[in-house]
């Protein structure tokens, strides 16, 4: 068996990440070969991940990065079992350098993005299952999302408790990234469900119709409805987010800011609302 230096251990920890005592022990596996003792330590990790998958991840951080001329945005959500490994420097590399790569690869979904190569060396997937590995906790990827304009800008918000957050995206020939970060805030704060009408799932509009109709049981056809109407206007108005009151001023609706500060051809394209630790 060859000799297990110090530098030999330092070497492979450097590069795993894993404990020294892991790393003396993959070495000594191996005979001392350095790729072959890190192979050891990322199957170990997968085991290691697998065994943990089914414990509750509550709490976790979001990460977001934006393109030098804000045209592209991505953010992502990682989700962990405690606060103190979501502070390590070892998970905030990750979740940094996750984000990073959703804005320069745009995988589609969280399928794809677990699928694409990770830095030269196995997928996003494993180099997860070996953050697993060294932090022993269950750690999942939540959320990511990222988008693209050609014209107008994209951008983000993370919440004080980098649990909630925001990313979004708005055409228009002059965009106003401080308008739009207040509209990443009002998508943490009223949850909204659909960029318009046509997205809302009809069963729940349906849903809706019947409480209404059960509440008005009685009354004469005419005042059904034009209650109906009114009260159906108000469910579009907490589900649509163009439609809802705007954060900073509920006489105006999302859409009216939108146009008052971006122009009338401003429209919100594209929204997605984080969050972690739920």
């Known amino acids: 068996m060859s000799d297990i230096t110090a530098s030999l251990v330092r070497n492979l ?6 404990g020294m005592m892991e790393c003396k022990k993959a070495l000594e596996a191996t005979s001392g070969d350095l790729d072959a003792a890190f192979d050891e330590l990322r199957k170990s990790g997968l085991k290691t991940a697998a065994k943990k998958a089914g414990r509750s991840t509550g709490e976790g951080r ?9 045209k592209s945005g991505a953010m992502i959500g990682i989700s962990c079992e405690t606060d103190f490994v979501a502070k390590t420097p070892n998970f ?12 320069e690869h ?4 969280l399928e794809e993005c677990l699928t694409q190569p990770w830095k030269g060396d196995g997928t996003v997937d494993t180099a997860l299952k070996a953050l697993v590995g060294k932090l022993g906790e269950n750690i999942q990827i939540a959320q990511v999302a990222c988008y693209e304009v050609a014209d107008g800008a994209v951008q983000a918000y993370v919440h004080h408790d980098n649990k909630k957050g925001a990313l ?5 020939d002059k965009p106003d990234l401080e308008v739009m970060r207040d509209l990443c805030m009002h998508i943490v704060v009223f949850s909204p469900a659909s960029l318009d009408r046509s997205e809302i799932d009809e069963s729940l509009v349906e849903r809706e119709k019947a409480i209404i109709m059960e509440e008005l049981s009685g009354k004469p056809a005419e005042i059904q409805e034009k209650i109906m109407g009114g009260r159906l ?13 705007w954060v900073k001023d509920d006489k105006q609706t999302v859409q009216k800011v939108l146009q008052a ?5 401003a429209q919100l394209t594209g929204f997605t609302r984080f969050e972690v630790g739920a």
Do not use: N
Request: glycine residues 10%; contains cysteine; aromatic residues 8%.
């Open 13 to 18: 920890r450097e590069k795993s990440g894993a």
């Open 62 to 70: 979001l990460w977001s990065c934006l393109s030098d001329d804000k």
């Open 92 to 103: 905030e590399e990750f979740l940094r350098g996750l984000a990073e790569h959703v804005l």
């Open 106 to 109: 745009k995988p589609k979904d």
């Open 168 to 172: 979004v995206q708005v055409t228009s």
């Open 233 to 245: 206007e108000k469910f579009y108005a907490g589900q649509v987010i163009t439609e809802q009151p």
């Open 261 to 265: 500060t971006m122009g009338d051809g």
